[in-house]
Nanobody, 120 residues
Framework: QVQLVESGGGLVQAGDSLRLSCAAS??????IAWFRQSPGKEREFVAA????????YYEDSVKGRFTISRANAKNTGYLQMNSLKPEDTAVYFC???????????????WGQGTQVTVSS
């Protein structure tokens, strides 16, 4: 079993930055991903990183603004979000799985989510 706890969300203005953290406990994790969900919308992929960090994927709308990273010694993943836009407002979830993927069904463990709100 893996337990995931996200942190770092909050209310910011457009153009600001936030860094989300995903602390994993239970055992070492492999691929880490971030998804987000807004009211009335389906959960969507944001970014993912492989176990060693050599492979990363990003959703098109966050490329160049968001950076996913990890600190394996701390069993923690991060999502640095710069130049935030109101359309980035959502609950952000971290997830871990065996292999890196952009599909939610490839991830076996999920956190409870952290709210990110970007005002215009």
């Amino acid at each position: 079993q893996v337990q995931l706890v996200e942190s770092g969300g909050g209310l910011v203005q457009a153009g600001d930055s936030l860094r989300l953290s995903c602390a994993a406990s239970g055992r070492a994790v492999y691929a880490i991903a971030w998804f987000r969900q807004s009211p009335g919308k389906e959960r969507e992929f944001v970014a993912a990183i492989s176990q060693r960090g050599g492979t990363t994927y990003y959703e098109d709308s966050v490329k160049g603004r968001f950076t996913i990273s990890r600190a394996n010694a701390k069993n923690t993943g991060y999502l640095q979000m710069n130049s935030l836009k109101p359309e980035d407002t959502a609950v952000y979830f971290c997830a871990v799985g065996v292999s890196v993927s952009t599909y939610h069904y490839d991830y076996q463990y999920w956190g409870q989510g952290t709210q990110v709100t970007v005002s215009s």
